[in-house]
């Protein structure tokens, strides 16, 4: 059975930092592209950012480059999203998501709230 199961979020004020955690199982970890995906109400959701399976090369949107880190562990299948100097825009639904390397096959997690308010 596949999961996703994201950990970490909750509320902060501007400038502060969380670090999301996605722990994944019931697939083969190293065959997939993890990324974080973001979702603020009333919004589409939108890639924050791409750790591929194979390399380091990440990717990020212009949004967060320089704030937001992602990595990941394929010796625990986690992937992590720290960020930095957080904005009330960051403020959304963060959502984990694991894409097949050879084709279209993909899965989400849940999604866990980030709050960045005074």
């Known amino acids: 059975q596949v999961q996703l199961v994201e950990f970490g979020g909750g509320s902060v004020q501007p400038g502060g930092s969380l670090r999301l955690s996605c722990a994944a199982s019931?697939?083969?970890?190293?065959?997939?592209?993890m990324s974080w995906y973001r979702q603020a109400p009333g919004k589409e959701r939108d890639l924050v950012a791409v750790?591929?399976?194979?390399?380091?090369?990440?990717n990020y949107s212009d949004s967060v480059k320089g704030r937001f880190t992602i990595s990941r562990d394929n010796a625990e299948n986690t992937v992590y999203l720290q960020m930095n100097d957080l904005k009330p825009e960051d403020t959304a639904v963060y959502y984990c998501?694991?894409?097949?390397?050879?084709?279209?096959?993909?899965?989400w997690g849940k999604g866990i709230l980030v709050t960045v308010s005074d």
């Open positions: 750790a591929p399976s194979v390399g380091s090369r990440t």
């Open positions: 998501h694991a894409q097949w390397n050879f084709g279209v096959l993909h899965f």
């Open positions: 019931g697939f083969i970890f190293t065959h997939y592209a």
